[in-house]
């Protein structure tokens, strides 16, 4: 028997290769790349994953795990050849457990699930990126997730306390626990966000926090994208710490408004604050925060003044990317992270590079952080303005490099950005990455192509 006779022998009816069925994995958010896989297994137990990774291993086989291809920067798009390891029928959460404020949870769950079980006992799960009703946590995982309240609470390594992983040879291995206190090397931190180059995660150990007892959701409207920006900076400088900051633009608040109908003023920068905490703490925080923003030149400022117009606020800037298909046929998002202090020189750069490059950029950003998500927009049947718009989006990584700052915040850097990784790290730093990966993955076949330039070595 062949690879592919023993894989469909190992998933009886559960592996896809006609064209058609094919289709759909092809490409995942980043819908600029396709490849075409060899064959998609549909594994529905961790022992069927670790039988297919040990098949591919056998056979030479790459392979990528896929979750529901939320992925911005190509990281689950298919290996030529390969086979796609789609996870989502792994959709189980384990166990729940409210006193140790823990989840256990398969690859497949959606992230906004894990916050809906848990909701009766008065928990949640604090990441929320904005696919956070349609991205599952293997994916979560692999890309090291944020969301709008990341400033307060962090990325998905900060909530993850535990992992069951397949190793790319095969091997089974559990790095971390249940508790927050650790022993020895923090190896399940730093499987967070290697973007499936080391492995599959097969169960996943989640943090869960008691929900927020108070919030206090506040609009604020500015004449620029600058003055939003200072905004912000004026906010942390007076001992706040909220548990979210965005800002959005022009653009992508008219993106918005015509795609949800948010009630969002149309001016050049808007700022949404949130903080959140006991009923005393944000009552009081609330006045130090109206008085910043008002010294801050906001326009108008506008408080949600129940939980509908807190949930119509973050509706409008969480639906902020998809709507942003209703300005042009086609956008590329970045994610590059810039220092808080330096947040208006980049908004300004970003705005000159646009108009020296002639296409139109929507941005959208957790401020608070300094993590950018300028949205290029382009016509992908014009000739050359893929390209172009592709330049520009190199032009603004760079910037982040230069001003201090990094080439990925949370969308990870897949396919997309692989090529800027010497502009940040040295060929030293590049080639010890590649002996990590060389060490766990002798044969390059957990997500060939992805991360490591080609300059760093034969696995890349």
């Not at 189980?92 to 409210?98: A, E, K, V, W």
């Not at 967070?192 to 869960?208: C, F, N, P, S, W």
Request: proline share 6%; net charge negative; glycine share 12%.
């Amino acid at each position: 028997m062949g690879f592919l006779e023993e894989l469909k022998a190992l998933l009886p009816g559960r592996v896809l290769t006609r064209e058609a069925e094919l289709a759909p994995y092809e490409s995942d958010a980043l819908t600029a790349y396709r490849k075409r896989p060899l064959a998609v297994a549909l594994p529905e137990r961790k022992e069927e994953v670790i039988g297919v990774v040990r098949l591919c291993h056998q056979y030479g086989v790459p392979f990528v795990a896929r979750g529901s291809g939320t992925s911005l920067s190509g990281g689950s798009l298919p290996v030529e050849g390969g086979v796609v390891i789609a996870l989502n029928r792994m959709n189980r959460i384990l166990r729940l457990d409210p006193k140790a404020r823990i989840a256990v949870v398969e690859p497949g769950v959606v992230n906004l699930k894990v916050s809906q079980e848990a909701g009766p006992f008065g928990l949640y799960y604090a990441p929320d990126p904005s696919s956070q009703p349609v991205s599952t946590i293997g994916g979560n995982v692999a890309f090291n997730s944020g969301g709008a309240h990341c400033l307060k609470y962090g990325m998905t390594a900060n909530h993850v306390l535990g992992l069951e992983v397949v190793t790319p040879t095969g091997e089974v291995v559990r790095l971390g626990g249940e508790s927050l206190e650790g022993v020895g090397p923090d190896l399940h931190g730093f499987f967070v966000g290697t973007e499936g180059l080391l492995g599959v995660a097969v169960e996943i150990t989640l943090r869960l926090l008691p929900r927020p007892e108070a919030y206090h959701t506040v609009l604020a409207a500015y004449p620029s994208l600058e003055a939003a920006g200072e905004a912000v900076s004026r906010v942390i400088r007076a001992g706040l710490l909220p548990g979210a900051m965005e800002i959005m633009d022009r653009l992508s608040i008219e993106a918005a408004e015509k795609a949800v109908k948010a009630g969002y003023p149309l001016v050049e920068g808007l700022l949404i604050v949130e903080l959140e905490g006991p009923k005393e703490e944000v009552a009081e925080e609330a006045l130090v925060l109206e008085r910043v923003l008002r010294e801050s030149g906001a326009l108008e400022l506008r408080v949600a003044r129940d939980e509908a117009e807190r949930q119509a606020i973050w509706k409008g800037r969480k639906a902020a990317f998809s709507a942003v298909g209703r300005l042009s046929p086609d956008y590329l998002v970045q994610d590059g992270v810039v220092p808080r202090s330096r947040l208006g020189e980049a908004l300004r750069e970003i705005q000159r590079l646009s108009r020296e490059y002639g296409l139109r950029v929507a941005n959208v950003f957790h401020a608070g952080d300094g993590n950018l998500h300028p949205l290029v927009l382009y016509d992908g049947k014009k000739p050359g303005e893929l390209e172009r718009a592709e330049a520009l989006a190199g032009e603004i990584l760079r910037l982040c490099v230069r001003l201090g700052g990094s080439l990925t915040g949370e969308h990870g850097i897949g396919v997309e950005k692989k090529g800027y990784m010497p502009e940040m790290f040295s060929p030293e730093d590049l080639l010890a990455m590649e002996e990590v990966k060389r060490a766990l993955d002798p044969k390059g076949l957990a997500n060939r192509g992805k991360v490591l330039p080609e300059v760093a070595g034969a696995h890349a």
